[in-house]
């Protein structure tokens, strides 16, 4: 842990959220029941503009979950372009809800972050393990730029959100140009 000045990372270490990191960092928690990571990045030479592509996985715990509320966050300026569902979301019958505003698989949040609702209407199967999603941002910014999941009722039923209780699920990944 680090405080807000960042006073006591490393020389090469970054401080996202009172936490010191040194970029780049590819998984936000490799033993978690669900976690972000980074997937590739497209850096085109003399543009300002590149992508990165993050993805989000499951790993069913002792209660499988049968929806899953997963809010990315970016803490810098980022643009979300495109959202495409996992293998654990056909093999559940799930989906990834579209916003009937925006037509998008997401929702932007006033707070930066960006939401994805995977659900169904018509059933109550757990989803399985394995890529609930992969989202691909543009970004103007060189980086380092750290991305995490927000902590808060992320996986429903209860139980399934309980198996996140205790993991640092929501420790950063952090991509650079």
Partial sequence: MCATDCGQCGTSEKC?????YNP?????????????????KEVVEGQTTWKVILAVDY???S???RIADVWVYANMD???????????????????????????????RKDRSFQLLAMSLT??????SGRIATLEFSLDDPGPVPFKLL???SLAPEGANNDLDGTPYDSGVVVKK
């Fill in 78 to 108: 980022v643009t979300l372009v495109r959202v495409d569902p996992g293998s654990a979301l056909p093999a559940s019958d799930k989906a990834l809800y579209t916003d009937p505003i925006t037509g998008n698989a997401w929702k932007p």
């Fill in 59 to 61: 790993q069913a715990g």
């Fill in 123 to 128: 059933n109550t199967n757990p989803i399985a």
């Fill in 16 to 20: 996202y959220w009172h936490q010191c």
């Fill in 24 to 40: 780049p960092v590819d998984t936000s928690c490799p033993t978690c029941p669900l976690k972000l990571s980074f997937v590739s």
């Fill in 63 to 65: 209660t499988p979950a």
């Fill in 151 to 153: 902590r808060h009722p």
